[in-house]
């Protein structure tokens, strides 16, 4: 059992060492015994006691009431005042401190007991209450500022939606007043931005919505053994099925190609998230290099650390790594500390299309999976992304 620690503050020795006499009889240990003011704050400073028993005349150039204020303001550790004086002025001077109690000399032991016990109740029951307010102060301002990003996020995604949703518009208009008059072909290149803008804006709810189920912590996990090489060949087909953006009019779309390190590996992974984080990363990497090139997944089996890993740890069970590079534009090194961030775009992107969603998707998706994603960039050579993931040995059925 852990005895309440007393500091007893009086500058007559004999009477101080009487009340330390009676505490210790009632109970509560003595953490000291000090003579002036000066010390009775050290002593706070660096022993934390649980009480203090205050003389008001103190000796000294810090009289009881002044120490008590300095204690109460730094150390919150509550104050009861021994006094002899109960004359109106002391008093009012002493009430400025916001004392737990008083106690005139001479006392009973009884009322010595009862009042120490009263003032260290109530300190912890204002230490409570301070805690919990405390508490809600910061979940009301946690609060806000979640409801100001989410304001910022709502703003922004429908200034992203505005855009398709004008040529959308725009385009039917212009069909329609023009139905007469234009041949099949333009007709159909309308259309097709149509539908291209419709798109895009079904992508850009679909990655709203899914960002929303993980940080809301609603995105369930769902393990399965995954065949990467057929997974990744698969991948790669779908992305490079996706009608050419109008950045290749004038280019050529880059091919992607597949390095498999450990071929018929098979992992347990989310197969919903792995898809998320590679179809993202390969297609950005086709999207950014509209000058053509080979862009290229690579993935490999490391149970330990390697020179060149950079940043990314290999956790102890071993990890997958996968790797997504290009020969593009590059990242503006000013640009990669958000990059991940919501909405965010680089400065060099231009008129290439985008919302700004898919890294931070990303970013959300491999740490769902417990892995870590990196970047290495130069401008005007390309990039490459590092996802490393935490390997989990599975067979297929």
């Known amino acids: 059992m852990n005895l309440k620690r ?3 503050v009086e500058d007559e020795i004999i009477v101080a060492e009487d009340i330390a006499f009676r505490l210790r009889r009632l109970g509560y240990a003595v953490s000291a015994i000090v003579f002036q003011g000066e010390e009775a704050i050290q002593h706070c400073q660096f022993n934390q006691p649980d009480l203090v028993l205050m003389d008001i005349v103190l000796k000294g150039a810090v ?5 008590a204020e300095v204690i109460r303001e730094n150390f919150q550790i509550p104050i009861v005042f021994l006094t002899a004086y109960a004359d109106d002025k002391t008093l009012q001077k002493a009430v400025v401190t916001e004392p737990f109690g008083y106690i005139l000399k001479p006392f009973k032991e009884k009322d010595l007991h009862t009042t120490i016990e009263i003032a260290l109740h109530r300190h ?5 209450i301070n805690q919990a307010l405390e508490t809600s102060e910061k979940m009301r301002k946690i609060s806000q500022n979640q ?4 304001n910022q996020y709502v703003s922004m995604a429908a200034h992203e939606l505005r855009r398709p949703l004008s040529t959308i518009l725009l385009s039917a208009d212009s069909l329609q ?6 041949n099949e072909e333009t007709k159909l290149k309308y259309l097709n931005w149509i539908q291209s803008a419709a798109e895009n804006m079904n992508q850009l709810i679909e990655d709203m919505l899914l960002i929303g189920r993980i940080e809301a912590g609603k995105f369930q996990l769902k ?11 698969r991948l790669i087909e779908q992305v490079q099925e996706k009608p050419p953006d109008m950045i290749y ?11 498999a390190e450990e071929p018929n590996l098979v992992a347990i992974l989310d197969r919903q998230l792995l898809q998320i984080i590679l179809s993202n990363l390969l297609s950005n990497a086709i999207k950014y290099s509209p000058e053509g090139g080979e862009a290229r997944l690579e993935f490999s089996l490391k149970e330990t650390e390697e020179p060149g890993d950079g940043e990314l740890s290999i956790p102890d069970t071993g990890a997958i790594v996968f790797r997504v590079r290009d020969r593009g534009i590059g990242i503006p090194e000013e640009d990669r500390q958000k990059l991940f961030e919501m909405f965010y775009r680089c400065g060099n992107v231009g008129k290439i299309p985008g919302n700004g969603l898919g ?21 005007g050579e390309g990039t490459t992304f590092t996802v490393v993931l935490p390997y989990i040995p599975g067979e297929m059925e």
């Open 177 to 182: 007043f023009n139905r007469d008059r234009w």
């Open 147 to 150: 409801e100001k990003i989410q």
């Open 359 to 379: 890294l931070a998707i990303v970013k959300q998706a491999v740490e769902l999976l417990s892995g870590s994603i990196g970047v290495e960039s130069n401008m």
């Open 63 to 67: 009289d009881g009431i002044k120490a």
């Open 124 to 128: 912890q029951v204002e230490t409570k």
């Open 223 to 233: 393990p399965t053994a995954v065949d990467l090489e057929f997974f990744c060949r």
């Open 249 to 259: 009019e004038q280019g050529i779309k880059p091919q992607v190609t597949l390095v």
């Open 6 to 8: 007393i500091l007893v």
